[in-house]
């Protein structure tokens, strides 16, 4: 009879493979990577607070969250909660730029600064008489001339009524108009001489230059659109879509222009007017949002994609409500249709670029202003479809749930991290980084429960906490060095942190661990006589041993320890000194077994050794 002894001291995780090691688990529950080398129980979570129906969360300058559809702001402990205004009850989709928070499908602009709720749309339909004028830039109206005038220092001779002269003989000069005499007429209210030459085509607004003793072309036409209300929806610089005008300047206004001067009551267009008019029906004007299924923020602009349209825009820089703005700056706005088949997955902002995710391709944005943008399409593992939330970035690598795996991307190529998940396939993945490591929160298809996993990039190590439902909502944030979600009506935290009290903590944590295989490397029968267990425990928590012999099935329970303090000894009263506890086994011949550790409370393992006796074939 052969005897060996066998110890493990570094312990490697989850490992759901036929390939697990003996110093791997096959099962777990509730564990961590916290203290490895050693064995270990993840830590509790704390509860921030109870809520009604959770819509959204977010963290910018402080949490919002959108509860049974009214929209909450506070600090981020969760204090001084304030309501701010009413929201629809449909799951949101929010994305911070600066002081402000966007959220979708409202298309609402939060300001955290002012705690202020506005619409990112904005629309005007007329009543009464809208009125079409040319005016220059600053408003001063204008009403050209038509005929071209007799310019000179002296009146013309023999002139007739209507004859239009320009007199140059003092300064400023002066545009006359014959009826009877000579009389001054205005045609800026600013004091400027305009001309509208209409032997062209297309006719030519031109400005005198007594400078230059000339006329000019006008470089830009301004129109002034007024009604009463019809600017104040809008701000400066909105691009606006007009629709209802009628009559010769349909062509003109039926489109999206630009408001480059507004008053409640008028708005400034780039449009060439040949005479000033008006029209009793009314004109609708928007500032409108597309509708995107995914959104981030990259370079001071918002970035979103829509599935339906194909399409990919972002907002110009700095607004967000403007998406439609192209005045051939460096601010515009952007919008470009994307050829590939199948729809978006998610978008995420990453090393200088803008990435939209199908299942099975990536297509970066490049550049750094619309003139200079480029589209380039990457054929790999996309993000999985209804996975959108499993991007995040964990120590400058962004992570993602694929359609087959779970995949860490440099900027490369993809590279699959879940070999140790084995064959289970996961959906509706949600994840969330804290520190260096990667939560997973999905629904694993074959068995139909959701887990929570998670990927301790700085070890390479997995480890399985939840096997339940975790989220009541698809998403993670991070808040102040923690990690918080919505689960059952309450905001929960996890924290890398010890707490210094119990209160809001979890009940006793139940955790458990099962080895893969233990004996398949030997092709001998053999049997453990004894396994040593190096470990500590705190205070009123407990262990179980359970062994399972050749895959039976059947869990045999082969020690229980609990931990209490003893006036004997010298422990800290909050966690036992660190001790070996020896668990004798039965001697049962067996080709292979399992060991199954399951507690309640903390506890570290440092290591398990065992005695091994092999027979003859």
């Not at 998940?421 to 694993?444: F, I, S």
């Not at 086994?585 to 393992?605: E, N, Q, S, T, Y």
Request: one cysteine or more; a negative charge; proline letters at 3%.
């Amino acid at each position: 009879m052969e005897t060996t002894r066998d110890m493990i001291s570094t312990f490697g995780g989850y490992n759901h493979t036929m390939g697990c090691g003996e110093n791997e688990f096959y099962m777990e529950k509730n564990m961590s990577t916290d203290y490895y080398p050693a064995l270990a129980p993840r830590k509790k979570r704390r509860m921030l607070c109870r809520t009604g129906e959770i819509y959204g969360l977010y963290v910018k300058n402080g949490i919002l969250h959108v509860e049974d559809g009214m929209l909450f702001f506070s600090d981020e402990e969760l204090n001084d909660m304030q309501m701010v205004g009413q929201l629809s009850k449909k799951n949101k989709v929010m994305c911070g730029m600066g002081a402000y928070v966007a959220i979708w499908p409202d298309k609402k602009i939060f300001n955290t600064n002012d705690m202020t709720l506005k619409d990112m749309e904005a629309s005007k339909t007329t009543t009464g008489t809208v009125t079409f004028s040319m005016c220059t830039l600053e408003g001063a109206d204008i009403t050209p001339i038509t005929k071209a005038p007799f310019i000179g220092t002296a009146a013309p001779a023999s002139a007739k009524a209507g004859d239009i002269w320009l007199d140059t003989s003092s300064s400023p000069h002066i545009i006359k108009q014959y009826t009877t005499a000579w009389t001054k007429i205005t045609t800026c209210s600013n004091g400027a001489i305009y001309w509208m030459d209409t032997g062209t085509t297309p006719n030519v607004l031109k400005l005198w230059s007594e400078s230059e003793n000339q006329w000019t072309a006008v470089a830009t036409s301004y129109t002034k659109i007024s009604n009463a209300g019809i600017g104040k929806p809008f701000e400066k610089y909105d691009v606006v879509k007009i629709q209802g005008v009628t009559g010769s300047i349909a062509d003109t206004f039926n489109q999206d222009m630009a408001i480059w001067d507004k008053k409640d009551d008028f708005i400034i267009v780039t449009a060439l007017l040949t005479n000033n008019t008006s029209q009793t029906g009314a004109i609708t004007l928007k500032r409108s949002v597309p509708d995107m299924d995914y959104v981030c923020e990259s370079d001071n602009r918002i970035w979103g994609c829509s599935s339906e349209k194909h399409e990919i825009y972002c907002c110009k820089q700095g607004d967000m409500t403007n998406w439609y703005s192209y005045l051939g700056t460096a601010a515009d706005s952007y919008a470009a249709t994307i050829g590939s088949d199948g729809e978006f997955t998610g978008c995420m902002a990453y090393g200088g670029q803008v990435l939209f995710f199908k299942e099975d391709c990536i297509h970066k944005v490049y550049g750094s202003y619309p003139a200079n943008y480029q589209i380039t399409t990457q054929k790999c593992r996309g993000v999985q479809k209804g996975c959108s939330e499993s991007l995040a970035l964990v120590n400058e690598v962004l992570y993602y749930k694929s359609r087959e795996d779970v995949c860490a991307y440099d900027g490369s190529t993809p590279v699959s991290i879940s070999a140790a998940l084995g064959n289970e396939r996961y959906e509706k993945v949600t994840a969330g980084a804290l520190g260096a490591k990667y939560y997973m929160h999905g629904k694993n298809q074959r068995t139909t429960k959701y887990e929570t996993l998670v990927y301790d990039t700085s070890k390479g190590i997995w480890s399985k906490e939840d096997e339940k439902s975790l989220c009541s909502m698809e998403k993670f944030v991070n808040a102040n060095g923690s990690l918080l979600y919505v689960n059952d009506r309450k905001i929960m935290e996890i924290s890398s942190k010890d707490y210094t009290t119990e209160e809001d903590l979890e009940t006793i944590l139940e955790w458990g661990v099962e080895t893969g295989l233990i004996g398949m490397a030997y092709p001998n029968n053999k049997y453990i006589s004894k396994i040593c267990l190096r470990l500590s425990l705190p205070l009123d928590s407990e262990l179980h041993v359970d062994v399972m012999y050749d895959s039976c099935g059947v869990w045999e329970e082969v020690a229980h320890m609990e931990s209490k303090y003893e006036e004997s000894r010298r422990d800290t009263p909050s966690f036992v000194t660190m001790r070996s506890f020896e668990v004798p086994i039965f001697p049962i011949r067996c080709d292979h077994m399992r060991i199954r550790l399951r507690g309640k409370g903390d506890a570290r393992v440092y290591s398990i050794s065992k005695v091994l006796e092999q027979g003859g074939y």
